[in-house]
T-cell receptor, first 114, second 115 residues
């Protein structure tokens, strides 16, 4: 299996622009998570899906952030408009949804908003 | 509110010695704990876990200890090797009510093992 695939690996954009991050989970996994890594808060959970349904989006920082999972093999995290404080590494992770779960992470998207 | 805390941003140890990474949590409902390791430009990878019914779990050079009364866990690496140099994240979840695998992570500790 190719693992969790994220694109792009790096994104540089200007303040005010729309940014879309993409994730393909591991086939057969029915839980998908979006995390953001910052120095202050470490790996911060933004939103997660179970069977393509958003379960908890309480970690989404603002209305500028939105996430979708139109099918079991694809999810997007969108920031519109982007701001410099959104600069961070964004990780997607997937799991089987079982208890005592260990999640599998993608390589992340390094986002820089200038 | 940071439910999982790693208060040491960094740790430096000599090759062959023991590395001890610490983690504290505030939510008494957490009953499953994990450690992840992250190399630069890669995603975190699972290292070792422990259920709250245990106080110790060992896997080769890695041992995790859990002190539920203190809401504290630690990761011991013995002996430490230069290849262990990475960022280590502590994570926790609620077993009983979570059927989605939601993990709450700490801030991470950067371990440097010097040759």
């Amino acid at each position: 299996d190719a693992g969790v695939i994220q694109s792009p690996r790096h994104e540089v954009t200007e303040m005010g622009q729309e940014v879309t991050l993409r994730c393909k989970p591991i086939s057969g996994h029915n839980s998908l998570f979006w995390y953001r890594q910052t120095m202050m808060r470490g790996l911060e959970l933004l939103i997660y899906f179970n069977n393509n349904v958003p379960i908890d989006d309480s970690g989404m920082p603002e209305d500028r952030f939105s996430a979708k999972m139109p099918n079991a093999s694809f999810s997007t995290l969108k920031i519109q408009p982007s701001e410099p404080r959104d600069s961070a590494v964004y990780f997607c992770a997937s799991g089987t949804g079982a208890t005592n779960e260990k999640l599998f992470f993608g390589s992340g998207t390094q986002l820089s908003v200038l | 509110d940071q439910q999982v805390k790693q208060n040491s941003p960094s740790l430096s140890v000599q090759e062959g010695r023991i590395s001890i990474l610490n983690c504290d949590y505030t939510n008494s409902m957490f009953d499953y704990f994990l450690w992840y390791k992250k190399y630069p430009a890669e995603g975190p990878t699972f290292l070792i876990s422990i259920s709250s019914i245990k106080d110790k779990n060992e896997d080769g050079r890695f041992t995790v200890f859990l002190n539920k009364s203190a809401k504290h866990l630690s990761l011991h690496i013995v002996p430490s090797q230069p290849g262990d140099s990475a960022v280590y994240f502590c994570a926790a979840s609620v077993f009983q009510t979570s059927n989605t695998g939601k993990l709450i992570f700490g801030q991470g500790t950067t371990l440097q093992v010097k040759p």
